[in-house]
């Protein structure tokens, strides 16, 4: 499968984060059941109502903030194979939430942004930002109001180090994905970059994704599960 100098991209979607408490998007009590996309994570949709478009990033960052939401073994599983694979290492996160990070993991891009930072549409400046975010909020740089946005890519909007993810593809001996529905580009083609690039690919998710046909493997179940007896297997095998 993989020799122990090979390199490793990982993708992550929201199932990771599930067994931690957060919600996914598209599972049938997901998040779009409730919300529409055009309502509230599209740049049309912040000019229209920014206060509905921060209430809805609001309560999401609050529900991350619940002390009671903490990495879960996948996150751990993953930041423990970032620090013992000898190979060249990287995991792309379509999630917003900072659970890699507090799970250890540093080689680390998230794709999709981060919900605990805001970035000024004034200044440019980006902040970390862990409380409710409105228009009377002030900018930590320049000190302006009704100027912030919370630091999350919308529909519409290109995803953050595309260059570096490719890179990264292009060069990768094995693609793991875990835990994404495979419905949301440019993500859900990166098992297509990897396998043109002569890379193993394999999905471990809770059922097969909408790309589950492209993978070389898949293992399915509870991430909590999946993404620990896979990892215990690459680690294994050193
Ligand atoms: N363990 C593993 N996988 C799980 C679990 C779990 N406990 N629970 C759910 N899943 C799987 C679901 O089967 C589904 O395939 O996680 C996937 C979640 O898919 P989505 O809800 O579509 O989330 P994601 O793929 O991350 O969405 C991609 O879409 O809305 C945008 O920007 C948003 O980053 C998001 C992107």
């Not at 995991?91 to 930072?117: C, F, P, W, Y």
Request: proline letters at 5%; hydrophobic letters at 40%.
């Amino acid at each position: 499968m993989i020799d122990s100098k090979g390199s490793i991209v990982i993708l992550t979607g929201a199932g990771i984060s599930r067994e931690s408490g957060l919600e996914t998007f598209r599972d049938k009590d997901g998040i779009w059941s409730r919300v529409s996309v055009d309502e509230v994570a599209t740049p049309e949709a912040f000019e229209r109502d920014p206060e509905k478009v921060h209430g809805f990033y609001n309560a999401r960052r609050r529900g991350l903030l619940d002390p009671a939401v903490q990495p879960n073994p996948a996150h751990l599983a993953l930041a423990e194979l970032e620090r013992r694979w000898p190979g060249e290492f990287l995991l792309v996160t379509q999630n917003i939430d900072d659970l890699h990070e507090r799970a250890g993991s540093e080689k680390l891009i998230h794709m999709h942004g981060e919900l605990l930072k805001a970035r000024c549409l004034s200044c440019g400046e980006v902040s970390a930002w862990r409380e409710d975010m409105g228009l009377e909020s002030r900018c930590p740089a320049c000190g302006e109001t009704a100027c912030l946005r919370v630091e999350v890519v919308w529909f519409g909007e290109m995803p953050f180090e595309m260059e570096a993810i490719y890179d990264a593809l292009e060069a990768c001996d094995l693609f793991l994905s875990i835990g994404t529905s495979g419905n949301v580009y440019p993500a859900a083609g990166f098992v297509q970059a990897a396998g043109a690039a002569g890379a193993w690919t394999v999905e471990l998710n809770l059922e097969p994704s909408a790309g589950h046909s492209l993978f070389d493997e898949a293992r399915y179940g509870p991430a909590s599960e999946v993404a620990p007896a896979f990892v215990k297997g690459l680690l294994d095998a050193i």
